[in-house]
C-alpha cells in the first residue's frame, strides 16, 4: 500500500479542511511539528518528515523533558507534509474529530550526523530512532524505540540526558494556552447532536469485506448488548434516553428473505408472535436489529403478562415491534458505528419502509431530570440510559447502557414453595434464589403479587419439579423451612422490592412474571452501579495517596474500570500485605488497561516519588546496575502502586534483606493446553507425595491457566536448596506422569505437556503473588485455594475480583496456617 493511502481512505476531504495526502520528491529538510489533539481522548501527535511524508506517532500524555519519563507513542498512518502547518477543526462524523493546535514546531537532525533520509527509515525498520529537536519547546536529544513483544505500533518516546533535559515533573498541558483549552471545550459542547457526515454514511456501501474486520468475527451478533442497573448517569458524556419498555427483548434477523426473531438466549418467538415475523418479512434488505416485543393498550400502557400465551392477544391491546438499534444493514456489520450514528440509519431505514407494527422507539432529547419525570408521569418502568458515542458491544452488559428503575427489580430462580393457608389456594410463597459461583444462594420469598389464574399457573409448572432434596447448603436458613416443598432450579420468575436487607435478602417483594426467556443458569444478583468519582484521596497517617483516572477502561471487554482495581486492592490489602513483606517488586503496568501496551518497572523512579515510599538499592549480578526496588509493606504503597497501572503484583520470593534465602519454594504447573482436568491430577499426586513426607503445603491457581503450589521455608536454606527440593518432587511427578508432564526447558520439547516449572527458585526471579489481579479477560485473580476444592470442577474463571471479594467473607483464609510451621527440608529430602 502506498504510504499514504491509508491517510486519504480515512478522510472525506469535501468535510474536512486537513490536506490531501501527497508524497513528496526530492531531499527531506527534517522537519517535526506537534500538535495538540483534542479528539475524543486529548493526545499529542508526533510528526517526523523521513522519506517524503510525516512518520506520526500519537503520544497520549506528550512528549516530556524528562528522561524519567519514558512516554508511550502508538505509531499511526504516514501524513502529508502539508501536515507540518495544520491547525483547525475535524468537523464531527469525520476521523480524527476535535481541535487541532500546533505545540511545537522547528527542524530535526539524526543523532549520528552521518545519517541521511535512507539511513532514518532503515532505523524506523529496526525499532530505534535517535534525534535532535531544535524547536521553542522541545530541544535536544530524544529517541523513539519500538517496545519489545508488543505489536508494531508501540513505540517509547524516550528524552535524553543533555543540557536541555529536565528533573522535575513534566507535562505537556502546562505549556497550553487557556484559550486553546477553552477551545477544544467549546467545540465539542457546540457538536453535541450533529449528523452523520456523508462519509461516514457512505460506509455502508464503499466498505470492503477486509475492512469489515469487526466484533462479528468474534463474538455473536446475535446476542444483544445489556445495560447496567444503575441510580444515575455520571455528570459526564452526552447521553440519551429512551423508554424502560415492558417486553420480551428481541434480536430480529432478515437474510436471504428469511426472518428470524430470537430471545436473549435464542428461543425462537416465531410460534407465539407470527405477525411480528410477517411484518419484519416488509423490509427489503438484510437486516439485524433489536427491539423489544411489547403489547400495548390504547393509553400506551404495556402488559407482559398476556404476551405469555403468545397472539392471538385481548382485543383491547395491540402489539408491536419496537426497535432501538440496528447492528448490521446489507452485510455490513455497524457495531463500530456510534449509537447517534446507528440511530440516524435506523430511523431512515423505518422511515423508508414502515409498517404498522414496527416502530422506531423515541429518544427523550431532554434532561435527565425531565427524562425521568415523564417516565413517572407516563407511569413507565424508568429510563434507559445510553451514552451517545457508545459501540454496540454484542453479549455483554456496560455501563455504557444504564437502566434506572423507579422500583428494584431481579429476575430469581424459583427452588421451592410453601403451602398455602388461610383459603388460600395453590401455593403461599415462592422460595427463591440466585447463582453465585455456581451455587444456588437464598434471596428471600415472595408471597405477594399473584392473581388466583397466576397461583395456578405457577403451581402447575411446579408440581412436577417438586424433589425432596433442600438445594441450599444445610447451613443456610430459609424461612417458614418446614412448610417448603423444593423444586427443581427450573423456573424463572421476575420480582419487584423495595431494596436489599444486610442479609442479601429481598425486602417486600412483589411478583410480576414469570420469565420464560431467561435461563436460570444466567441468573445473578443485580446490584445498582454507583457514579465513579475520578480522583479521591486517602489518607494513611500522614501518607497521602490520590488515586487518579478512576474512570479509565481497564478490562474494556468486561467494562471493569481503573476503580474496580483499586476497590478490590482496598478491600484485599490484609491479606495481601504478608506475602509483600520486605519483598522486591516488579511491577507488570498497563496505564491503558489490559488491551494496550504494558511494561515491567523493577528500577522505581526514587526522584518523582512520594518520599515514604521504601524502596531496596541491588546491585544486578547480570548488568552490575543498581537497581531502586519498589518495597510493599504497607496498604498505602500497594494503592500506590496500584494507581500506577501495576495490575499484577509480583514479589520475589525472598526479601532484600536475605536476598539468597527465599521464603518460599514453589512448583508452578504450567498446562501448556492440556486441560485442567489433567493439572488437578498432577496438583493432587504432588499434594500427596508432599503430605506423605509431613511437609505442610498449599496450592493457589495462577490467575492466569495454572496452578502453583508453595512451600514456607522462612529463609532456612538458600536458593540452591530449595530449587533442588522442588526439582526433585517435579522429578518425581514427571516419572509418574510421563506422557502429560515435563522438567524440560525448552518450549519447543515440552509442547503438549504440563510445565513442572522448579526454575521459579531463584533470585531475582518473580511469581505472582497470592490474591493478585491478573491483566486477563475476566479480571481473574491468583487465589489460595482449599485442597478440596482442586477437583474436576475448578476452573481458573470461576476466581475473580468480584468472586473473590464475596469469598473471602464467606470462607476462612486456605492460607492461614502458611506461616505457622517452617518446613525441615533435610527431614524431608531423607524421606523421599
Not at 419484519?280 to 433489536?290: A, F, M, Q
Request: proline share 5%; net charge positive.
Amino acid at each position: 500500500m502506498p504510504s499514504l493511502e491509508k491517510y486519504n481512505k480515512k478522510r472525506d476531504f469535501k468535510a474536512t479542511s486537513e490536506p490531501e495526502g501527497k508524497e513528496a520528491v526530492g531531499k527531506s529538510k527534517f522537519r517535526f511539528v506537534v500538535q495538540r489533539h483534542d479528539a475524543s481522548r486529548l493526545h499529542y501527535d508526533l510528526r517526523l518528515e523521513i522519506g517524503g511524508v510525516l512518520k506520526s506517532w500519537a503520544v497520549p500524555k506528550g512528549p516530556s523533558l524528562n528522561p524519567k519519563d519514558k512516554r508511550l507513542a502508538v505509531m499511526t498512518e504516514d501524513h502529508p507534509l502539508k501536515y507540518l502547518t495544520f491547525k483547525g477543526e475535524i468537523p464531527k462524523g469525520n476521523y480524527g474529530y476535535g481541535t487541532m493546535s500546533i505545540f511545537d514546531s522547528g527542524t530535526f537532525k539524526p543523532l549520528d550526523k552521518r545519517a541521511d533520509d535512507a539511513q532514518l527509515q532503515e532505523d524506523l525498520e529496526n525499532g530505534s530512532l535517535k534525534f535532535v529537536l531544535n524547536g521553542k519547546v522541545l530541544k535536544g536529544e530524544f529517541a523513539l524505540v519500538k517496545m519489545k513483544s508488543s505489536d508494531d505500533n508501540a513505540w517509547l518516546l524516550i528524552k535524553h540526558k543533555d543540557k536541555f533535559a529536565v528533573s522535575e515533573g513534566y507535562d505537556s498541558e502546562d505549556f497550553v494556552d487557556k484559550e486553546i483549552k477553552d477551545w477544544g471545550k467549546q467545540f465539542k459542547v457546540a457538536n453535541k447532536g450533529r449528523k452523520v457526515s456523508k462519509k461516514t454514511a457512505s460506509k455502508l456501501e464503499t466498505s470492503t469485506p477486509d475492512e469489515q474486520e469487526t466484533s462479528a468475527k468474534k463474538d455473536n451478533i446475535h446476542s444483544p448488548m445489556l445495560a447496567t442497573l444503575s441510580e444515575r448517569i455520571p455528570d459526564d458524556g452526552e447521553w440519551i434516553f429512551e423508554q424502560k419498555l415492558d417486553g420480551y427483548r428481541a434480536i430480529a434477523s432478515i437474510a436471504k428473505k428469511k426472518v428470524s426473531l430470537k430471545s436473549r438466549n435464542e428461543l425462537s418467538f416465531a410460534k407465539q408472535f407470527p405477525s411480528i415475523l410477517k411484518a419484519l418479512e416488509s423490509i427489503p434488505h438484510e437486516v439485524i436489529l433489536d427491539g423489544e416485543i411489547v403489547a400495548f393498550d390504547k393509553n400506551k400502557q404495556s402488559n407482559f403478562q398476556i404476551l405469555k400465551s403468545g397472539e392471538p392477544l385481548p382485543a383491547k391491546y395491540q402489539i408491536y415491534y419496537v426497535v432501538f438499534d440496528i447492528l448490521a444493514l446489507d452485510g455490513n456489520d455497524l457495531r463500530d458505528f456510534t449509537l447517534v450514528e446507528r440511530k440516524e440509519l435506523l430511523e431512515l431505514l423505518l422511515r423508508n419502509n414502515p409498517h404498522p407494527q414496527i416502530q422506531l422507539l423515541e429518544s427523550l432529547d431532554m434532561t435527565i431530570e425531565k427524562a425521568l419525570a415523564k417516565a413517572k408521569k407516563q407511569k413507565w418502568e424508568g429510563i434507559i440510559a445510553k451514552e451517545a458515542s457508545s459501540r454496540y458491544i454484542s453479549g455483554k452488559r456496560s455501563s455504557l447502557w444504564r437502566k434506572i428503575k423507579f422500583q428494584q427489580a431481579q429476575e430469581a430462580i424459583v427452588v421451592g414453595y410453601t403451602k398455602p393457608q388461610a383459603g388460600r389456594k395453590y401455593l403461599g410463597a415462592l422460595v427463591l434464589a440466585v447463582y453465585e459461583r455456581k451455587e444456588l444462594v437464598y434471596i428471600g420469598n415472595c408471597g405477594t403479587g399473584f392473581t388466583d389464574a397466576i397461583l395456578k399457573e405457577v403451581y402447575e409448572i411446579l408440581k412436577p419439579l417438586e424433589i425432596s432434596k433442600k438445594p441450599f447448603n444445610k447451613s443456610i436458613v430459609v424461612a417458614n423451612e418446614r412448610k417448603v416443598i423444593w423444586t427443581k432450579p427450573k423456573l424463572v420468575a421476575e420480582i419487584e422490592f423495595a431494596e436489599w436487607t444486610a442479609d442479601h435478602h429481598m425486602r417486600h417483594p412483589v411478583f410480576k412474571a414469570i420469565r420464560e426467556d431467561k435461563n436460570p443458569e444466567e441468573i445473578h444478583r443485580v446490584i445498582p452501579v454507583r457514579d465513579v468519582v475520578n480522583e479521591r484521596e486517602l489518607v494513611f497517617g500522614k501518607r497521602k495517596v490520590k488515586l487518579t483516572n478512576q474512570k479509565k477502561v481497564y478490562w474494556p471487554d468486561d467494562h471493569l474500570l481503573k476503580s474496580d482495581l483499586l476497590n478490590y486492592y482496598e478491600a484485599m490489602a490484609e491479606l495481601i500485605l504478608p506475602y509483600l513483606k520486605d519483598k522486591p517488586i516488579s511491577m507488570n503496568r498497563f496505564p491503558n488497561g489490559i488491551d494496550e501496551p504494558s511494561f515491567f518497572q523493577k528500577d522505581l523512579d526514587t526522584k518523582n516519588s512520594p518520599s515514604w515510599i521504601k524502596t531496596a538499592s541491588l546491585t544486578s549480578e547480570n548488568t552490575g546496575k543498581t537497581i531502586d526496588y519498589l518495597i510493599c509493606n504497607d496498604e498505602a504503597t500497594l494503592l500506590w502502586m496500584a494507581n500506577l497501572g501495576s495490575i499484577e503484583i509480583n514479589p520475589w520470593l525472598s526479601s532484600y534483606k536475605k536476598k539468597q534465602f527465599p521464603d518460599f519454594a514453589v512448583l508452578d504447573l504450567d498446562p501448556n493446553g492440556v486441560e485442567m482436568e489433567k493439572v488437578v491430577q498432577v496438583a493432587l499426586f504432588a499434594h500427596e507425595i508432599l503430605e506423605s513426607i509431613q511437609v505442610p503445603n498449599y496450592v493457589k491457581t495462577s490467575g492466569s491457566e495454572g496452578l502453583h503450589i508453595y512451600i514456607y521455608l522462612g529463609a532456612q536454606y538458600d536458593y540452591d536448596v530449595s530449587r533442588t527440593f522442588v526439582q526433585m518432587l517435579a522429578e518425581l511427578i514427571n516419572e509418574q506422569f510421563e506422557d502429560i508432564t515435563s522438567v524440560e526447558r525448552s518450549p519447543s520439547k515440552r509442547k503438549g505437556k504440563i510445565y513442572l516449572d522448579y526454575m521459579q527458585n531463584k533470585k531475582g526471579q518473580t511469581i505472582v503473588a497470592p490474591y493478585s489481579v491478573r491483566p486477563k479477560p475476566g479480571a481473574t485473580v491468583s487465589t489460595p485455594l482449599n485442597w478440596d476444592e482442586v477437583n474436576t470442577d475448578l476452573t481458573i474463571a470461576q476466581f475473580t475480583m468480584q468472586t473473590v471479594v464475596e469469598r473471602v467473607g464467606k470462607i476462612a483464609d486456605p492460607w492461614q496456617t502458611i506461616f505457622d510451621v517452617k518446613v525441615n527440608l533435610k527431614k524431608a529430602l531423607e524421606k523421599i
